[in-house]
């Protein structure tokens, strides 16, 4: 799966989940359930342990094709300064695509959305998938706790959730 970074260069999404990572699908133009869902993540990713970049990562995926790599350049320093504390760029990437790689990651992780007018209707969930690209866990609502973070990070860095069914990939690699 190919994307653009907010600083306008390709990436394939397997180079950037080397480790535990926790994907945002999230459109950047919604002022409402994304907006709140990014900020929110930022006041509680200073308070966990785990080093950014290096323990985990986080990546924000919009799931709108006409989202610019500009537009996610704008919110990633609005989230990255909302934290108040040094937090590396490469710990929270900005992602932009065309509708075909959209559409096969939010497929291959069970994401489903539709366009409304110039809105989405979606639901609002972040993936945290372990390093090989299974998916451990999926986070729901736009509320994050530090223990509940730290713990799905953890997990990931085993590989599975050790209080479920051993993991398989849902639809394939991500």
């Known amino acids: 799966l190919r994307f653009t ?11 950037l989940i080397s480790g535990p990572t926790l994907i945002l699908p999230v459109y950047y133009s919604c002022t409402n359930v994304c907006y709140n869902l990014q900020w929110r993540l930022a006041q509680v990713l200073p308070k966990i342990r785990s080093r950014p970049g290096e323990e985990y990562r986080v990546i924000s995926v919009s799931f709108d094709e006409n989202d610019s790599p500009e537009l996610a350049s704008k919110f990633k320093r ?4 909302a934290m108040h504390t040094p937090f590396p760029e490469s710990g929270w990437r900005f992602l932009t695509g065309d509708a075909e790689n959209i559409h096969r990651l939010t497929k291959a992780v069970g994401y489903g959305f539709q366009r409304k007018g110039r809105d989405f209707l979606h639901p609002v969930a972040s993936i945290v998938v372990a ?16 223990k509940d973070l730290t713990l799905a990070l953890a997990e990931a860095r085993r590989g599975h959730d050790p209080g479920a069914r051993p993991p398989r990939p849902v639809g394939g690699r991500v």
């Open 131 to 146: 390093g090989d690209g299974t998916i451990v866990r999926y986070l729901y609502g736009t509320n994050f706790l530090p």
């Open 78 to 81: 609005v989230y990255l300064t």
């Open 5 to 15: 970074t907010a600083g306008h260069a390709p990436v394939r999404l397997a180079e």
